[in-house]
């Protein structure tokens, strides 16, 4: 196994405001040794830590990524949405967060997402430079996508690096996919995995980990599955 049984998902986002750094930090106070963060694109290049391809949900501020550079989101409150005490946090750019994390000692799932505006190439050849300038411990990073493109392009550019491939549900043609990018990992809705399912991922001989877990007996059914590790919104509940 990878990662650890406990991935944070988004840095303990039912405890702190999602893909922040007061998520990451109370990610490493509880002792959790992974987080799972988004890599999002903006209109000028700009990769950052954001899940959604618009401003609306988590922020005060309205618009689309696609259409706003890093200086017009730099000084944007991303924290008062879940609680005033969190008013000061920012989004951070990849490169900020990784040098965070590796200060932080935390294995790193880094997802990367991509959004109909943007090329596959477009977010693979600055976050392959962000990480090659910032990060060390190659083994304690996986990057995963739901976008197949995106990881092959990695895989091309950085063959040794750990890649794991996303889906809801497991397809028909995984195996050649996993293939296709040497993949060590496969990601899966957990409401959607069945025993067959983990039985086949862990005889071919791959790390499985299950999203987004946020109940023990759901967690005590999956790891008796066979599933390696769980991305959780609130480690507390496992403890």
């Not at 998902?9 to 109370?26: D, F, I, Q, V, Y």
């Not at 899966?188 to 991922?201: E, H, K, Q, W, Y």
Request: glycine share 4%; hydrophobic share 45%.
């Amino acid at each position: 196994m990878i990662a650890s049984r406990l991935i944070a998902h988004r840095g303990c986002a039912k405890l702190a405001p999602e893909n922040t750094l007061a998520a990451m930090k109370l990610t490493k106070t509880l002792g959790v040794d992974w987080v799972e963060i988004d890599a999002n694109l903006m209109g000028d290049g700009s990769v950052v830590i954001f899940h959604d391809d618009t401003l609306d949900r988590l922020t005060n501020r309205s618009g689309d990524l696609k259409n706003l550079v890093y200086s017009d989101v730099a000084e944007v409150n991303i924290g008062s949405h879940f609680s005033e005490t969190f008013k000061d946090e920012r989004i951070l750019t990849l490169e900020a967060m990784l040098d965070v994390l590796a200060k932080l000692d935390l294995g790193l799932n880094l997802e990367i997402k991509r959004y109909e505006h943007f090329s596959a190439a477009d977010i693979v050849n600055p976050t392959i430079s962000a990480i090659e300038q910032c990060w060390k411990d190659y083994d304690r990073l996986i990057i995963s996508s739901f976008d197949h493109e995106i990881l092959k392009l990695i895989y091309q550019a950085k063959p040794d690096w750990q890649l794991g491939q996303l889906w809801e549900a497991l397809p028909d043609d995984w195996q050649s996919a996993v293939d296709a990018i040497n993949a060590v990992s496969v990601h899966l809705d957990n409401t959607l995995i069945t025993l067959p399912v983990a039985r086949a991922v862990k005889q071919a001989g791959l790390d499985l980990y299950v999203y987004t877990v946020n109940d023990l007996n759901d967690a005590d059914r999956l790891f008796d599955m066979g599933v390696d590790g769980i991305f959780t919104d609130d480690p507390t509940i496992f403890r």
